[in-house]
């Protein structure tokens, strides 16, 4: 896997997901997505490049509620919404904007980089959430982020001074 599609949203997941203290993601056998093979191929590869998206990714698309190229579950608990694709969507449009993501490809590592310098953005991504458990993402994702800097510490600090 060279390239893998990813919504930015399903990016940050990955890493507050690992920082929770998840090492290995298994296979959701009710949904029959692909989020734990997308979520261990990033975590398994700071240089692996992510293709941003706002539609489907290599996660949705064989899931059993992705129809119609959208997620077609439904939501109750944000005040409009009742679809999750929709949702998503909204998500992913505030993340690229908020986070400036003009590229659509990064590789992992550049991509934490961005994420995690202005992680404080979180609350305005997720702002129709419940301000405890934004924080909790926030908190999870940072943990998370640093986690997988630390793992690839020479990488990093290599890319660090790329940019100096």
């Known amino acids: 896997m060279k390239t893998v599609i990813i919504k930015p949203h399903h990016f940050m997941d990955i890493f507050k997901l690992y920082g929770t203290g998840i090492e290995e993601f298994v296979p959701d056998q009710k ?19 992510c293709q941003l998206t706002i539609e489907g ?3 949705c698309k064989p899931c059993h509620y992705y129809q119609k190229h959208q997620c ?9 919404i009742s679809k999750k694709g929709q949702y998503n969507q909204l998500l992913d449009q505030r993340i690229i904007e908020l986070y400036q993501l003009y590229n659509t490809q990064y590789q992992v590592l550049e ?6 310098r202005h992680h ?18 926030r908190d999870f994702f940072v943990k998370g982020v640093e986690k997988y800097f630390f793992k690839y510490k020479d990488d990093v600090m290599t890319k660090y001074f790329e940019d100096i």
């Open 31 to 49: 949904m029959e997505h692909d989020f734990y093979a997308i979520a261990n191929a990033i975590i398994k590869n700071p240089y692996l490049v």
């Open 57 to 59: 990714d290599d996660i």
């Open 72 to 80: 077609q579950d439904t939501l109750f608990h944000i005040q409009g």
């Open 111 to 116: 991509l934490c980089q961005i994420f995690y």
């Open 120 to 137: 404080e953005l979180i609350a305005k991504v997720w702002k129709e959430e419940d301000d405890q458990q934004v924080e909790k993402r």
